[in-house]
C-alpha cells in the first residue's frame, strides 16, 4: 500500500512554461484534494474532486487547472506558470464525509523562475 | 467552520508527555476536531480526530472537553523525531475540505 504518491518530487520552470503534477492514491478514496503550501504559511486548497470526472475550486484556483478522469489520479496543471506559484504541492485523498481523515503525499516542490 | 487557537510554539523534554492544547470556541455539534502534523518539509501526517468522546490510538490521544470548546493533544512519551508543527482543524459537517492555520511549532530536546 503505496498510500498517497506524488510526481515529480522537484521541478523548476522558467516562466510562461507549463506542466502538470500527478496524484495517484490506492485507497480507493472517493474525495481528493490539491493544496499549495507557501513558507511559514498553512496550507491552501487549490480544487478538489468529489469523484471521477468531477471537479471544484478551493481558496486559491486562479492559475490552475485539474482533472479527475480516473477514480485513482488526479492531475494538476498550470498553463502558463508564473512565479508566484512557487510553492511546495501537497495532494491529498479521503473517503466522503468529516469522519474521515485526508491523507497526504509527500509533496511537490516548485520554483518557477 | 469553527477557528481554531494554538500556541504558536511549545517545548518538551525527550521521553516526557506533550501536551498540545487548542482552543474552539465556536464549534457546532457536528463538527469534528482533526489533528496534524507537519515534519519539515514533509506532507502533513494524520494523527487523531474526535467528535464529543476523547479518543486515543497508537499514536496519541484526543482530550475534548465535556462543553466541547477546547481540545488537548497529548503524545505520551516525546521523541526527538516528534519535532514538528502540529494543526488542530475543526471540520464541519458534508464539507470534507481542510482549512489549516499555523499550528504550533512542537520542539522536543534532548
Known amino acids: 500500500n503505496a498510500g498517497v504518491t506524488q510526481t515529480p518530487k522537484f521541478r523548476v520552470l522558467k516562466t510562461g512554461q507549463s506542466m502538470t503534477l500527478l496524484c495517484a492514491q490506492d485507497?480507493?478514496?472517493?474525495?481528493m484534494y490539491w493544496y499549495r503550501q507557501d513558507p511559514g504559511m498553512g496550507l491552501r486548497l487549490i480544487h478538489y474532486?468529489?469523484?471521477?470526472?468531477?471537479?471544484a475550486k478551493g481558496e486559491v484556483p486562479d492559475g490552475y487547472n485539474v482533472s479527475r478522469l480516473k477514480k485513482q489520479n488526479f492531475l494538476l496543471g498550470l498553463e502558463s506558470a508564473a512565479p508566484s506559484q512557487t510553492s511546495v504541492y501537497f495532494c491529498?485523498?479521503?473517503?466522503?464525509?468529516?469522519?474521515?481523515?485526508?491523507?497526504f503525499g509527500p509533496g511537490t516542490r516548485l520554483t518557477v523562475l | 467552520d469553527a477557528k481554531t487557537t494554538q500556541p504558536p510554539s511549545m517545548d518538551c523534554a525527550e521521553g516526557r508527555a506533550a501536551n498540545l492544547p487548542c482552543n474552539h470556541s465556536?464549534?457546532?455539534?457536528?463538527?469534528?476536531v482533526y489533528w496534524y502534523r507537519q515534519i519539515h518539509s514533509q506532507g502533513p501526517q494524520y494523527i487523531i480526530h474526535?467528535?464529543?468522546n476523547n479518543e486515543t490510538n497508537e499514536m496519541a490521544s484526543l482530550i475534548i472537553t465535556e462543553d466541547r470548546k477546547s481540545s488537548t493533544l497529548i503524545l505520551p512519551h516525546a521523541t526527538l523525531r516528534d519535532t514538528a508543527v502540529y494543526y488542530c482543524?475543526?471540520?464541519?459537517?458534508?464539507?470534507?475540505?481542510?482549512?489549516f492555520g499555523k499550528g504550533t511549532m512542537l520542539l522536543v530536546s534532548p
Open positions: 482543524i475543526v471540520r464541519v459537517s458534508g464539507y470534507s475540505t481542510l482549512t
Open positions: 491529498a485523498s479521503s473517503d466522503p464525509g468529516p469522519e474521515n481523515a485526508q491523507y
Open positions: 474526535g467528535l464529543k
Open positions: 465556536t464549534i457546532s455539534g457536528n463538527e469534528y
Open positions: 474532486s468529489v469523484g471521477e470526472g468531477t471537479t
Open positions: 485507497m480507493n478514496h472517493e474525495y
